[in-house]
């Protein structure tokens, strides 16, 4: 068992003829997911690294029994895309575009909601279980199997640390990236249930960053329902502060969002707090270590 | 983000229906006071600096006028401000309203919840930060059928309001409601809201129009005038650049890796000036690009931190090579680059060759630019 992904997970990728979809298309079916079928309004027919073309979802589902989709369709079409997957009875859709619109996603995350489906992202680099499956756009360099979970806000910053987590001789189980926009479709509290779940999972990794309040949600999340020995990460300490949205913003907000209140939250539900990436890989080990001995 | 000033904001705040003073923008001491003379704007009248920044009462930039001459000198000695380092080019006169009540009233993005939040409060012409939280009211608004009529009348009851006033506020929470759905809003704040009689009016207005929203509003794309000529380039461009006070250029790609780069080089006692996000991509004809851009800023010393996730570390060192050749000799700078990922043995091998120190150890790398930069004369 795994989280979201398996080797069951048949995937559709939305835009696949685009450049980033042909790309990343080659790195899924590396990395050993099964690409089952492409989707580009017109192109019915062409074929993709080997993967046959469809000009719908409903036709691509039809045709091929995809259950995932991965979507890099270009953020002006993105929502429609998303509506499309949902319709056509996918459950878990990876939003790979950035620079969509969040008006447009409230009204994609309200919808996938109300239809039962899960959006990953956007703006994200998706989810990878080693040796089973990939959805997204993780470099399939940074993995080897094991059993470190990996949620992030962040992109490139997450392949330096789970890179960090091979090179010290550890594996992850499944590495979840949410995305860094205002508004995802899974945020920290939504993935810690999953990872607390996952008999694959001993020791989670959450990497946040400054801003919006999903660190000390997790946080309290962490404090009365998640049992698992935790590294957490907070990118962006250093910042000045005052990089807010506008009064309203700093009104909903109050009294969180910094790097400060951030780490306190987490320490304060036990995690252990790296000031620096390259702290993360000791840390790790070490917790590891103290349940090998238990 | 698009931050709009006060006058463009009440723009469209006319455009949806919302009551406001009657005022008229000037740009010099004569527009000014033709448009009291002409009638345009009624005695008394205030004044008002078109700057983006908030404390304008405080600051010397609104200023209160009851004859053609004083409007004039109003604007003459607004005009010559600087106000909070934002150079005063325009000044909105507005007749006095007299005024019984001011209330506070906005919408936002609540992100924890994924839905737009109405705040509320009857204590308005204040910062809200400085109200307390028992005086505030926030109703979580579902975006499908958006913001409903109980809760506009929960709004109306909350500030005390009935009667003629609690249907003008029905009908303005409508207007405000429909302007930041359609204009793809971030935030729409009216703080004061004035309750004239047993109607309402916007004495100011704070519009924020989100950034990945302007190709929807190309008329937005035209007014970011706040930018420097390397933060336009770089917006053309997609790199996002952010210019702090320090003195070592920072290139990284994707935000988090960034923020991460700027912790580690303060750790290390060092001042991080611009810096540039290259965003999600590793794209090698972008690095060169940033880099030329990080040349121009003239830094003391450079710090490349690249993760070559789908671009091959060897690629992105060959352009790096390439775009240091570029550089006028007398522009040219102390530079270590730390680049990991796809092929990072070779891409290593070729900037050592070159002559650019590649230093794969975060920790280390950064040492040695802090240094670097220290040496920089």
């Not at chain 2, 009291?36 to 600051?59: E, M």
């Amino acid at each position: 068992m795994t989280i979201l992904v398996d080797a069951q997970t048949r995937v559709v990728v939305q835009g696949i003829t685009g450049h980033q979809g042909t790309v990343h298309t080659r790195g899924m079916k590396e990395f050993g997911t099964a690409v089952v079928a492409g989707v580009t309004p017109g192109k019915a027919g062409a074929e993709v690294e080997g993967v046959p073309v469809f000009d719908s979802v409903r036709d691509a589902v039809a045709a091929t029994r995809a259950n995932a989709s991965c979507i890099f369709v270009p953020a002006p079409f993105a929502k429609d895309a998303l509506i499309e997957a949902v319709d056509a009875g996918i459950r878990l859709c990876v939003v790979v575009t950035e620079h969509i619109p969040f008006h447009d996603m409230l009204v994609m995350y309200h919808y996938a909601k109300g239809k039962g489906a899960r959006i990953i992202g956007p703006n994200c680099p998706g989810i990878a279980s080693p040796g089973k499956s990939k959805v997204g756009i993780i470099p399939n360099v940074v993995f080897r199997p094991g059993r470190v979970g990996v949620v992030s806000r962040s992109g490139t910053l997450t392949y330096e640390i789970v890179s960090g987590i091979k090179e010290h001789g550890l594996g992850q189980s499944t590495c979840l990236g949410l995305g860094g926009d205002p508004v995802v479709g899974t945020s920290f509290v939504d993935a810690l249930p999953l990872f607390e779940a996952d008999p694959e999972t001993d020791v989670l990794v959450l990497v946040g960053e400054i801003g919006g309040t999903a660190e000390e949600d997790a946080a309290e999340y962490i404090q009365h329902h998640f049992t698992k020995p935790v590294v957490a990460y907070i990118a962006g300490h250093s910042a000045p502060p005052g990089k807010r949205m506008g009064h309203a913003g700093a009104i909903i907000s109050r009294g969180k969002g910094t790097a400060e209140t951030k780490v306190a939250a987490l320490e304060g539900a036990g995690a252990r707090v790296a000031r620096f990436p390259y702290e993360i890989p000791d840390l790790v080990a070490g917790l590891v270590a103290e349940r090998a001995r238990r | 983000m698009v931050k709009l000033a006060e006058w463009r904001g009440k723009e469209l705040f006319r455009r949806y229906g919302i009551a406001l003073p009657a005022g008229k923008v000037a740009r010099s001491a004569e527009e000014a006071e033709r448009a009291v003379t002409s009638g345009d704007v009624p005695l008394p009248c205030v004044v008002k600096a078109q700057v983006l920044a908030g404390g304008r009462g405080k600051g010397g930039a609104v200023r209160f006028a009851s004859t053609p001459a004083e409007a004039r000198a109003a604007a003459e000695a607004i005009l010559a401000l600087e106000f909070k380092g934002e150079r005063v080019k325009e000044v909105l006169l507005e007749g006095k309203v007299a005024i019984a009540r001011e209330l506070y009233v906005s919408l936002a993005l609540d992100r924890s919840s994924r839905v737009p939040v109405l705040i509320t409060s009857g204590q308005g012409g204040v910062e809200i930060e400085s109200v307390a939280d028992s005086a505030i009211e926030r109703q979580p608004i579902d975006p499908f059928p958006g913001l409903a009529a109980y809760e506009r009348r929960r709004a109306a009851r909350s500030l005390g309001l009935t009667g003629a006033a609690a249907k003008s506020l029905d009908g303005l929470l409508t207007s405000l409601w429909t302007l930041f759905d359609r204009e793809d809003a971030e935030l729409v704040e009216i703080n004061p809201l004035a309750v004239v009689g047993d109607g309402l009016v916007a004495l100011d207005a704070k519009v924020i129009i989100e950034d990945d929203a302007v190709f929807r509003h190309p008329e937005y794309a035209a007014i970011q005038d706040d930018r420097t000529p390397l933060e336009e380039i770089a917006r053309e461009k997609e790199i996002a650049f952010v210019q702090l006070d320090g003195n070592i250029g920072v290139i990284a790609n994707g935000a988090g890796l960034t923020m991460a780069t700027l912790d580690v080089l303060k750790e290390f006692g060092g001042a991080p000036g611009v810096f540039l996000d290259l965003g999600g991509t590793d794209d090698a004809k972008k690095v060169t690009e940033a880099f030329l851009l990080m040349a121009e800023a003239h830094p003391k010393a450079v710090f490349l931190n690249i993760f070559g996730g789908v671009t091959r570390c060897d690629t992105v060192a060959k352009g790096l090579v390439e775009a240091m050749q570029q550089v006028p000799p007398a522009d040219r700078f102390p530079l270590v680059a730390r680049i990991r990922g796809n092929n990072e043995k070779e891409g290593i091998e070729i900037l050592r060759a070159a002559g650019i120190s590649a230093v794969p150890d975060l920790k280390a790398s950064a040492q040695a630019v802090v240094a670097a930069a220290g040496r920089s004369p």
